[in-house]
T-cell receptor
Framework: QQQVKQSPQSLIVQKGGISIINCAYE??????FPWYQQFPGKGPALLIA?????SEKKEGRFTISFNKSAKQFSLHIMDSQPGDSATYFC???????????FGKGTKLTVNP | DVKVTQSSRYLVKRTGEKVFLECVQD?????MFWYRQDPGLGLRLIYF???????EKGDIPEGYSVSREKKERFSLILESASTNQTSMYLC????????????FGPGTRLTVT
């Protein structure tokens, strides 16, 4: 019950398009849902996070949508740019633990 | 800016060697973590520490140990390196009370031959 399932594993989008990455979880005790962005040769960095009492959070071109009843959340990247090419990880915290549970990652490639 | 540094970016070791990976953070964070990252498997937690001299096993602790003698430093030890420990190792730190806000180092690419 401590898993977070992420899809797709890889994604190719044209410049200016919308990138969508989905995650699903089972443990209803999770209480924070962050997204991390990792560029090649770098460690992951926190991108944006949401709590389950909020249905949507937007920061610039990045939006998290959260569906509590379906136990799903997603990252939308509007007007995708080649500089957004990176690996994205969803994660969840809680369920009786201070640890983060990470999804397996999505490699996003934005073609110019 | 929070800075998490790892002692080596690339490391090549032989099977059976004892390997030390060092991590230092400069923001006085209480919590520190060691992950390994493998293609298709994402980030898997090896060990974490929420205070000096305190440690807890993560999801894949077998074959690893850790040491935290000072608040800013968290070491990962491979007692007898094996080829299946070839991986990218990432250290992270986190302030108390900000459970989702982890700061990662650049990683150490370890190859065991």
């Amino acid at each position: 019950q401590q898993q977070v399932k992420q899809s797709p594993q890889s994604l190719i989008v044209q410049k200016g398009g919308i990138s969508i990455i989905n995650c699903a979880y089972e443990n209803t005790a999770f209480d924070y849902f962050p997204w991390y962005q990792q560029f090649p040769g770098k460690g992951p960095a926190l991108l944006i996070a949401i709590r389950p009492d909020v249905s949507e959070k937007k920061e610039g071109r990045f939006t998290i949508s959260f569906n509590k009843s379906a136990k799903q959340f997603s990252l939308h990247i509007m007007d995708s740019q080649p500089g957004d090419s990176a690996t994205y990880f969803c994660a969840a915290r809680g369920g009786g633990s201070e640890k983060l549970v990470f999804g397996k990652g999505t490699k996003l490639t934005v073609n110019p | 800016d929070v800075k998490v540094t790892q002692s080596s970016r690339y490391l090549v070791k032989r099977t059976g060697e004892k390997v030390f990976l060092e991590c230092v953070q400069d923001m006085d964070h209480e919590n520190m973590f060691w992950y390994r990252q493998d293609p298709g498997l994402g980030l898997r937690l090896i060990y974490f520490s929420y205070d000096v001299k305190m440690k807890e096993k993560g999801d894949i602790p077998e074959g690893y140990s850790v040491s935290r003698e000072k608040k800013e430093r968290f070491s990962l030890i491979l007692e007898s390196a094996s080829t299946n420990q070839t991986s990218m190792y990432l250290c992270a730190s986190r302030p108390q009370g900000r459970a989702y806000e982890q700061y990662f180092g650049p990683g150490t690419r370890l190859t065991v031959t």
